[in-house]
């Protein structure tokens, strides 16, 4: 929003009818009044053509999902519907209204689930939740557009992007805030699941200029977004203290019962909770972007030991408040 905003973009967006005020505030907030917001929901078709004919947008960033991995085992069927019957609603109405837009899809790296590493356009796609399930079928929808109806319909394949507006819920944004509050004294410990998944991680405002390159060249197209750089859950943890100068170590144990301690003062500051475990794990996902360098001359600028810098600090901040 804020990219497109700085190219003097007229920016529309859509909000569902039971979106927070707070969240509707933020928009306005970060946007200064000037995205139009509209109210709309991806499983209702007739909204959605309603936006799209009110705005008639030069190009579509279709950014919503229900994005929450863990969550889609849980609400399996509004998953679904949203990131997948979603995509198919949208596209319907931009092919009956404006069918010359630009079509951006965002896909993700749930979608190769266990194929094998590093991940790229031509790899395999084996999801392991319900939330990958549903985005290979968004993916395909795109892709058939496109081959069916000449629309410029793009797919980014992005791997994780985080950033200090990534909610709490999600393990970067949730180790930051849980550092930087135990760096406060506000709480002494936290839980996380499995250590030991590793993921190719990167700067969101790096990728949202990705989405609008895609969107630029001259052909639809598909293109991974990734930093080809995988880091371990385990990894990250130990670099979020080591920002706030905490010295922890694991306890050695491993599994369920592992703990990570403060060498300082012995407190535990980590619990391994079964809970936060997935059904089906995805043990490694690394993209290979050489196809965006190549094509897009894009390539990721934030590193992934400054994104969490820059995260940590942004939680000292608010939490001191």
């Not at 109405?93 to 979608?111: D, G, H, L």
């Not at 990734?226 to 990894?235: L, P, V, W, Y």
Request: hydrophobic share 35%; aromatic share 10%; proline share 4%.
């Amino acid at each position: 929003m804020e990219y497109l905003l700085n190219l003097d973009y007229k920016v529309w967006g859509v909000v569902r009818r039971t979106s927070s005020a707070h969240s509707i505030n933020r928009i306005q907030e970060l946007s200064k009044g000037r995205v139009n917001l509209r109210y709309g929901d991806m499983t209702d078709p007739a909204s959605l053509t309603r936006i799209v004919q009110e705005c008639n947008p030069h190009e579509i960033y279709n950014l919503a999902a229900q994005s929450h991995v863990k969550v889609s085992w849980d609400e399996r069927k509004n998953t679904c519907d949203i990131n997948c019957t979603g995509v198919l609603n949208i596209l319907d109405a931009m092919n009956a209204v404006c069918p010359e837009a630009r079509f951006y899809q965002a896909s993700t790296s749930e979608m190769f689930g266990i194929s094998p590493p590093p991940q790229n356009e031509n790899s395999e796609f084996h999801p392991r939740s319900p939330y990958g399930v549903a985005k290979v079928g968004g993916y395909w929808l795109v892709r058939n557009f496109r081959e069916s109806y000449s629309n410029f319909a793009s797919n980014g394949i992005l791997f994780n992007h985080e950033s200090e507006r990534r909610g709490e819920s999600f393990v970067t944004r949730k180790v930051t805030k849980a550092v930087a509050r135990i760096k406060l004294g506000l709480d002494k410990e936290f839980e996380l699941g499995n250590l030991d998944s590793k993921r190719d991680w990167g700067y969101a405002g790096d990728y949202v200029e990705a989405m609008h390159l895609i969107l630029q060249h001259d052909e639809p197209d598909d293109f991974v977004i990734a930093t080809g750089q995988a880091h371990t859950i385990r990894h990250m943890l130990e670099l979020a203290f080591r920002v706030v100068d905490i010295p922890v170590i694991s306890d050695g144990d491993t599994g369920f019962d592992e703990k990570y301690i403060r060498e300082d003062t012995g407190e535990v500051v980590l619990r391994i909770n079964e809970r936060f475990y997935r059904p089906a794990e995805v043990d490694y996902l690394c993209g290979d972007a050489s196809k965006a360098e190549r094509i897009l001359g894009w390539k990721p600028k934030m590193s992934f030991e400054k994104l969490i810098e820059r995260m940590i600090k942004h939680d000292l901040e608010a939490e001191a408040k």
